[in-house]
């Protein structure tokens, strides 16, 4: 990339503009090939997991970083707008991501006052959420929007859960 960049410096307007490089075209075309391979993944991965037969998939916890308390579960993993993932800049100015689920279990309400926040999924306000175990702030509580068939939903950052290994559910 950093050639492509001193060969753009060297350009001047008596070249043809072919000799330019297209910063736009390049990162669109990145996002493109990311796209399509993950689709790709994601396709791999239903289809081993139909053919593994009739057993019952494993719904593996996804856990408190601070913790380790069970949050939630892959169950539960939802959409928004066709996305799992969201990525959002905070009031605070901070870009996170926020992946959405039907439920979560081991969360509260924070206790230091429920902050609405309506910049998280307009027109929809969101309440502060802690793990029920430490405390530790993990996402939001999404309230319903009569105009739109997704519910009432939690958006969860994705920094703050993390995805058990293990293959069993471990007693909690």
């Not at 297209?22 to 997991?49: C, H, N, P, Q």
């Not at 996402?139 to 293990?166: C, I, Q």
Request: proline letters at 5%; aromatic letters at 6%; one cysteine or more.
């Amino acid at each position: 990339m950093k050639r492509r960049v001193q060969d753009n410096k060297r350009w001047n307007r008596s070249m043809s503009p072919n000799e330019a490089w297209d910063v736009d075209k390049e990162l669109d075309a990145m996002t493109y090939k990311r796209s399509a391979l993950e689709s790709l993944l994601r396709a791999d991965e239903e289809a081993d997991s139909t053919a593994a037969g009739s057993a019952a998939p494993v719904s593996r916890p996804l856990r408190c970083v601070s913790c380790n308390a069970i949050i939630t579960d892959e169950n539960q993993i939802s959409k928004k707008a066709k996305q799992h993932e969201h990525p959002r800049m905070t009031s605070e100015g901070a870009m996170q991501v926020f992946r959405v689920f039907s439920g979560a279990k081991g969360v509260v309400a924070d206790e230091a006052g429920p902050m609405s926040q309506a910049w998280l999924f307009p027109p929809r306000t969101a309440v502060r959420v802690c793990c029920a175990g430490c405390k530790a702030d993990v996402g939001y509580a999404v309230s319903d929007d009569p105009r739109e068939k997704v519910g009432a939903f939690f958006a969860l950052r994705s920094n703050a859960v993390k995805r058990d290994t293990k293959d069993t559910l471990p007693d909690a």
